[in-house]
């Protein structure tokens, strides 16, 4: 369990131990790369933004080729690059 602190540090509670949060791990590794595996690949042209592709929060992607970067929209109309992804990154 993890729970916040007021003053920007994080506390963690080990309700089950070591092994059994291993074992959740693996399970839920296993289960991500069963639905990756699963999933048809998609090629978004460039410039095409993902979170609208998506049309959901409730998404990851797997990026395998290219890159991709998330930015901020400032209310001037500036934008800044906070986060660039890379294949394997």
Excluded: K
Aim: glycine share 10%; hydrophobic share 40%.
């Amino acid at each position: 369990m993890l729970s916040g602190q007021s003053s920007g540090s994080l506390q963690v509670t080990r309700a089950s131990g070591p092994a059994v949060l291993c074992d959740e791990f693996v399970t839920g590794r296993r289960a991500l790369d069963a639905r990756f595996r699963s999933a048809p690949p998609r090629t978004f042209p460039p410039g095409e933004l993902l979170a609208a592709a998506a049309c959901s929060t409730n998404v990851i992607y797997h990026l395998v080729e290219g890159w991709a970067c998330q930015f901020r929209d400032f209310s001037d109309g500036h934008q800044a690059i906070v986060d660039v992804y890379t294949p394997g990154g």
